[in-house]
């Protein structure tokens, strides 16, 4: 018999494992406390753009014509404890409101609502990013608190999906790791994943720290590697070098590598700079603290670059206030391919030249409704063609590829003044000088 799989929390990657589940062959059911998430879902709608995911979705979800009916939704949680033989938990753990430690809340409430519906044996499987240790924990909880007793196992599989691929990621993930305590639960998690290994995923077997670890510490290498590019920009601005030719001469090294060295006004979004502050915020629980002090200069050499680039945009207006000045920003997500705006550098710029009293018109391909309700008194314009119409500066925060294909002869003619900042280090350059426009970008020479 094939094994039926729950999903716990249908948010960004809910929602994207429930589908990818079902599209393995899974029986699913995905559970979420919120009825308007869970009554779009079963009209096969998904409440985020990603690409593909809408498409998977309603291949799969029941009730909906021509799909395979093996995906449902549900809120409750008995017909869900019922149902399962793998619980997959992905509810958020967001940081926590004037700290850096993450909140656990949902994590927690998922498996105390989930514990005593668990009456013959079955395996809860973490995917939300926790603090190191939280596994133990869990484990300990649900074995005094379900009815199977030491028959509700936990595991641990750590989720690396990015936003704008997650329906590849799931389906083809780069590595599976699962953290476990028997070989039940390996064996298990063998099966759920069969297919992606079949097709070349290494499959990670770990203990649980060693899971919950190889998550936050994935995430602080590539904040690392973005923030140690945006320092070697300072560097290049302090000395006229190039930090995209930089990058490029330094990536052709294979211990190196091109990816995630482009510089620019650095990382955002809902993952990495919460998962890194946790992640200090753990280390000092632990009197590890020490072994992270330095992802503190990393988190703030990202945040420097929002104000660099305020500060370079201040240049390019004759550095004075911003008082009267019309600035048009070209993206509002903090990456290009989503609608996510948390923790955007793009609107936390134009936010910043906004409050210091700089017309800022903003246009984004698909963030405009995020970032409307997160910033409703920024100016919003419907195409970057009007965002750009009648501005004295144009700034590039977020790298769309409907961004790199604008035709800058017909936006220069729009223009007050042809002045381009690139805060993505994505433009060409001599395309737009070609039609007349100052172009700067961060960490590259001017002109
Ligand atoms: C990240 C991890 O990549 C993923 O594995 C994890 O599961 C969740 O967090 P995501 O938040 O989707 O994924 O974004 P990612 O593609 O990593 O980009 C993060 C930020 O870094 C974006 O704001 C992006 O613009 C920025 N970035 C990326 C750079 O500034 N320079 C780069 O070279 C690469």
């Given amino acids: 018999m094939a094994l039926k799989i729950t999903v716990i929390g249908t948010g960004y990657l809910g929602a994207t494992h429930a589908a990818a589940m079902a599209e393995l062959g899974f029986e699913v059911l995905g559970l979420d406390v919120v009825p308007e998430k869970i009554d779009k879902l079963r009209r096969g709608e998904v409440p985020m753009y990603e690409p593909g995911l809408e498409e998977l979705l309603r291949r799969h979800v029941a009730g909906i014509e021509g799909s395979t009916g093996r995906l449902r939704f549900t809120m409750d949680w008995a017909e869900l404890g019922e149902f399962g033989d793998v619980h997959f938990v992905c509810v958020n753990t967001p940081q926590r409101h004037g700290e850096y430690a993450c909140d656990m809340s949902y994590v927690d409430s998922a498996i105390a609502s989930l514990a005593p519906h668990l009456k013959g044996p079955a395996l809860v499987v973490g995917k939300s ?87 936050t510490s994935a995430n602080s290498f590539l904040a690392t590697k973005i923030s140690f590019i945006n320092a070697m920009a300072e560097l290049c601005e302090a000395t006229g070098g190039d930090v995209a030719k930089l990058a490029e001469a330094i990536g052709y090294d294979d211990r190196i590598g091109r990816k995630f060295l482009r510089a620019g006004i650095g990382f955002g979004g809902g993952c990495l700079p919460k998962d890194i502050r946790a992640f200090m915020a753990r280390a000092g629980e632990l009197g590890a603290d020490q072994a992270l002090t330095f992802l503190r200069e990393i988190d703030s050499i990202n945040m420097r670059q929002r104000g660099r680039m305020v500060e370079l945009t201040r240049q390019e207006l004759g550095g004075g206030p911003f008082l009267g000045k019309r600035v048009a920003v070209l993206g509002a997500t903090f990456k290009p391919d989503s609608d996510d705006v948390r923790d955007s550098p793009a609107l936390n710029v134009a936010g910043q030249i906004h409050l210091q009293g700089g017309q800022v018109t903003v246009y984004d391909p698909k963030g405009m409704d995020n970032a409307r309700s997160l910033f409703p008194t920024l100016g919003y314009a419907d195409s970057a063609l009007e965002a750009v119409r009648g501005a004295h500066v144009v700034l590039h925060l977020t790298e769309w590829r409907e961004f790199r294909e604008l035709d800058p002869a017909k936006l220069g003619e729009v223009a007050a003044e042809r002045v381009v900042l690139d805060g993505r280090n994505a433009l060409d350059a001599e395309a737009w000088r070609r039609a007349g426009w100052r172009f700067r970008a961060m960490g590259r020479p001017g002109a």
């Fill in 129 to 215: 990013t926790v603090p190191v240790g939280s596994a133990d924990r869990l484990a300990a909880y649900l074995a005094e608190h379900a009815p199977a007793g030491a028959d509700a196992e936990l595991a641990w599989n750590p989720e690396f999906l990015r936003e704008g691929f997650a329906v590849q990621d799931t389906l083809r993930p780069d590595r599976i790791v699962v953290g476990v305590r028997s070989e039940r639960s390996e064996k298990l998690l063998r099966e759920v994943y069969a297919t992606p290994v079949e097709e070349g995923s290494p499959f990670v077997v770990t203990d649980f720290p060693t899971a919950e670890l190889v998550k």
